[in-house]
């Protein structure tokens, strides 16, 4: 049980966050909490989990329950990522731009958790349509999902893929 705990303990985790939300019930209003968190390792795994609870901390331990299962590979490239991709959920889309050294990552809300808990240092991004939080996530991890890594371009396509900003050391 041991080691289960110390592979757990790579991942951090950030509340995106918490609402009160109520259930209309026979005798009345129920009130609960839904809490959407992100784990990663900084390296280069990432997932959302959303947790239901009737108290803040017991929905924040069960969206992080459930972001470990969805734990997603993003491919990266010097801190980067290899090309410009879409992201897409409901009404929310995100556009996510690889970025030279040195610019950091520009992007706001949970897009900007999301890519910092990636581990990608260098990116710029941008929300389009819906700016409902848990859409958006879903939308960043829905591009970050379409990323493809060089050596599968490169034999798809039968030859090299021009990657900008990747210079070799």
Do not use: C, W
Not at 12 to 34: C, L, P, Y
Not at 111 to 121: C, D, M, P, Q, S
Not at 128 to 136: D, M
């Amino acid at each position: 049980m041991r080691h289960h705990q110390d592979r757990d303990s790579e991942f951090k985790e950030k509340v995106v966050s918490i609402a009160r939300v109520t259930k209309v019930v026979k005798g009345g209003k129920k009130m609960g909490f839904r809490a959407v968190v992100v784990v990663g390792d900084m390296k280069n795994r990432v997932g959302l989990g959303i947790g239901k609870a009737a108290e803040v901390s017991a929905a924040i331990r069960k969206g992080v329950e459930a972001a470990k299962k969805g734990i997603t590979q993003v491919p990266l490239i010097n801190g980067s990522i290899p090309h410009d991709v879409h992201g897409k959920f409901s009404a929310s889309k995100v556009v996510l731009r690889p970025a030279p050294r040195g610019t950091g990552v520009i992007a706001g809300g949970s897009v900007r958790t999301i890519l910092e808990l990636a581990g990608v240092k260098n990116i710029v991004a941008k929300k389009i349509g819906s700016a409902n939080s848990i859409n958006v996530a879903r939308a960043t991890l829905n591009g970050l999902s379409l990323l493809k890594r060089i050596e599968v371009v490169t034999k798809e396509r039968g030859k090299e893929p021009n990657v900008q900003y990747v210079k070799s050391e």
